[in-house]
C-alpha cells in the first residue's frame, strides 16, 4: 500500500550530490546543509552512492560523518549540489521537489515547474561556491567545515592544477587553508595519493568510482582515475578494457571512455570501449583502445565539450 505524505508534513530537505559521489559532492552536501541549518532550515546531508576511499580519508581527517544515504528521490525535497543532469541525479529524481542547484557544471536538462535558486559558476569546485556563500552572508566556517570544502577544492582542481581552476579557487583555497592550517600543496598530495590507489580494487570498481553518463545524441560515458604512478594500471590495462565493454552494455551505452590521469605529469591517458571513431573524431588516432592526452585532466572542460561537439543533438 502506497503510503500518502502529507505536503505540509515533513520540511526535510535533502542537500545530496551526484551519484557515484566524489569529494566535492559529498562535503558540499556537508556544506551547504551546515549553511542553511543556520538560516534554521531543516537541512540535511545526503549521498547518492557510496564514498570513495579519498572521501573516507577526508572525512575521518576531520571528524566528519558521512552523509544519509538517499536511495530515492521520490516525494523528498531536494538541493542539488554538484551537478544538475538528471542522468547523473538520484533515482527518481523527477518525481522529487528541487528546491535550489549549486552547481559549476555546464546546464544539462533537470527540468523544474516552478522558478527556484539556481547558482551556477564556472569555478573549480562546489565547494568554492559555498565557501564563498559562507564568506558573503557572513557565517563563520568551523574548522571541520573549511576542512572539507578545502579538500573538496583541492580534489576537484588536482590541487589547483587542472585547467579549470580559477582565481577565485585560488583565494577561496587559501582563505580555507589558512582556517585548517594546512599547507596546500603537501595536503593536496596526501588527499590525492587517497584516491590514487587502485590496489586490491576490482576493474568495476575502478570504472565505477568516478563514473558519469552524458545523454548527447548517443549515450555515452566518461570515467577517470586519477594515479601518481603509471604502473599501477598498465598491470591491469586488459582487465580494465573488458570490464568496460561489459559496463558499456550493461549501460547501453555507445561509448565508454576511462580518463586515467597521472596527476604528476599533469596528462591523461583515454581507454576506449565501444565507438572509437567518436574518440577518433573530438581527440585523434586512437591506438590499440588508447590515446596519450598530454596536458589534460579535466574532464568536464577539456573532454565533454570536445566529445559533445561531435555528438550534438
Ligand atoms: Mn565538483
Redesign the pocket.
Known amino acids: 500500500m502506497q503510503e500518502k505524505k502529507d505536503p505540509r508534513g515533513d520540511d526535510k530537505i535533502f542537500v545530496v550530490?551526484?551519484k557515484n559521489p566524489?569529494t566535492?559532492?559529498i562535503c558540499?552536501a556537508i556544506a551547504y546543509a551546515e549553511f542553511k541549518q543556520m538560516d534554521g532550515i531543516n537541512a540535511v546531508a545526503a549521498r547518492a552512492g557510496e564514498i570513495n576511499p579519498e572521501t573516507k580519508f577526508v572525512l575521518e581527517h576531520f571528524g566528519a560523518e558521512e552523509p544519509i544515504l538517499l536511495k530515492s528521490a521520490a516525494g523528498k525535497k531536494v538541493i542539488l549540489v554538484?551537478?544538475n543532469e538528471k542522468s547523473q541525479a538520484v533515482d527518481d529524481i523527477a518525481e522529487a521537489e528541487i528546491m535550489e542547484i549549486i552547481?559549476?557544471?555546464r546546464i544539462g536538462d533537470i527540468e523544474t515547474p516552478s522558478p527556484i535558486f539556481f547558482h551556477a559558476e564556472p569555478v573549480?569546485?562546489?565547494?568554492t561556491i559555498i565557501a564563498d556563500f559562507f564568506e558573503k552572508a557572513g557565517k563563520k566556517l568551523s574548522k571541520k567545515t573549511a576542512g572539507l570544502l578545502l579538500s573538496?577544492l583541492l580534489?576537484?582542481t588536482v590541487i589547483l592544477k587542472s585547467a579549470t581552476t580559477t582565481d577565485k579557487d585560488k583565494e577561496v583555497a587559501k582563505r580555507l587553508a589558512s582556517i585548517v592550517n594546512e599547507d596546500i600543496e603537501s595536503f593536496g598530495m596526501e588527499i590525492k595519493k587517497a584516491k590514487s590507489s587502485i590496489a586490491g580494487k576490482s576493474a568495476r570498481d575502478i570504472i565505477k568510482q568516478d563514473f558519469k553518463i552524458y545523454d548527447l545524441s548517443k549515450k555515452i560515458a566518461v570515467c577517470q582515475i586519477e594515479i601518481v604512478d603509471d604502473e599501477e594500471v598498465k598491470k591491469m590495462r586488459e582487465e580494465l578494457l573488458e570490464e568496460m565493454e561489459k559496463v558499456r552494455k550493461e549501460e547501453q551505452c555507445a561509448l565508454i571512455a576511462m580518463m586515467v590521469t597521472n596527476i604528476i605529469k599533469e596528462s591523461t591517458e583515454l581507454l576506449v570501449a565501444g565507438d572509437e571513431s567518436i574518440v577518433e573524431k573530438a581527440f585523434g588516432k586512437v591506438v590499440n583502445h588508447s590515446i596519450y592526452l598530454p596536458g589534460v585532466m579535466s574532464r568536464?572542460k577539456q573532454v565533454i565539450p570536445k566529445l559533445e561537439k561531435i555528438l550534438n543533438k
Do not use: P
Open positions: 550530490g551526484h566524489d566535492d559532492s558540499s554538484d551537478h552547481d559549476h557544471h573549480g569546485s562546489s565547494a573538496a580534489s576537484d568536464k
